[in-house]
C-alpha cells in the first residue's frame, strides 16, 4: 500500500470536495473585498460582494521565508506546502469531530494576512511557553482551531491560547483522509 504525499492527498480531497458540491448541486460561493478584482480561484460575480470560486494551484506557490526569518524558526515543512499549493475561500469539510473549514489563500493580500497571523500566533505560544503550531482550519467554535504542531508535523485540535493535548492525525495528508466534503456555514 502506498502512502500518498500531502499534495497528492489535498487534491484527492479538493477532487471530492469538487465532485460533491456538483451532486448537491451547490457553487463554492465567498465575499470579495473588491469583486471587480479578481483573485486567482475567482470564477464570476453573483451578487454585490459575493463571488464564485474554485481552487486555483499557486503558480508559483507562496513563500514563506519571511516568516521564517521573522521568528527565526523553520515552519514545517507540511504547512508551507499546504498554504502553498492553492488559491480559494476554504473548502468545508466533516471530521468525525465535528464540522470544519479548510484556510486557503485567496491572492497576495491575503497571503500577507495570514502570514502576519502565523507569526502572531507563534510569538502568542512562545509568550506562554508551549508548543509551537500553526493553524490551517476553522471550526463552528471561534476558540477552537485545527493546527499543525510545529516541531512534528502531527495534527492537534487546540483551543486557542492552551497547550495541545488531542492529537487527530499524525500528519496533514493522513488528515485528509479522515475529511468527508460538507457546505460549512460555520465561519
Known sequence: ????????????????????HQQHNL?????AADPTTPAPAQLAVLADDTVSWQPVRQQPGADFSNVEQAL????????KQFYSLYYGAGLGASHSRGPLQLL?????????RLQENIIGHILMKRRLKQPETVFFALTDDDNIVLSVL????????????????EKLAGSLADFFSQLTPAAYQGV
Not at 497528492?8 to 460533491?20: A, G, H, P, R, V
Not at 527565526?72 to 504547512?79: A, C, R, S, Y
Open 1 to 20: 500500500m502506498s502512502v500518498l504525499s500531502l499534495a497528492e492527498s489535498y487534491q484527492n480531497f479538493i477532487t471530492q470536495t469538487l465532485s460533491w
Open 27 to 31: 457553487i463554492l460561493q465567498a465575499w
Open 72 to 79: 527565526e524558526l523553520e515552519l514545517h515543512p507540511d504547512i
Open 104 to 112: 486557503m489563500v485567496w491572492d497576495q493580500t491575503d497571503l500577507a
Open 150 to 165: 510545529n516541531r512534528s508535523g502531527e495534527v492537534y485540535l487546540e483551543t486557542v491560547g492552551k497547550d495541545v493535548t
